[in-house]
């Protein structure tokens, strides 16, 4: 029960994020901070996200949101 709805405020959390990516403000995108980086996925990613326009910064934010919702939705149909 509990991790259903766990998974299920995480599959919620990416929905808004793809939400956010969508309509968010361009200076708070540009002002997020990604945080420290922990693997070379993640370090990729980071680099990629700091280094390139507001455009790219709300599609990889969009992806990052689509996948998250993807996964911890299918996590909820399949618990």
Do not use: H, Q
Not at 30 to 44: A, K, Q, T
Not at 54 to 77: D, E, H, N, S, Y
Request: net charge positive.
């Amino acid at each position: 029960m509990w991790l259903k709805v766990s998974l299920a405020i995480f599959a919620i959390l990416g929905y808004f994020l793809m939400g956010y990516a969508v309509y968010g403000n361009k200076k708070k995108i540009d002002d997020m901070y990604m945080g420290v980086s922990s693997n070379l996925f993640e370090l990729i990613f980071d680099l990629t996200y700091k280094f390139s326009p507001t455009l790219i910064r709300r599609i990889l934010l969009f992806l990052l949101g689509l996948l998250t919702a993807f996964i911890f939705t299918m996590g909820v149909i399949l618990s």
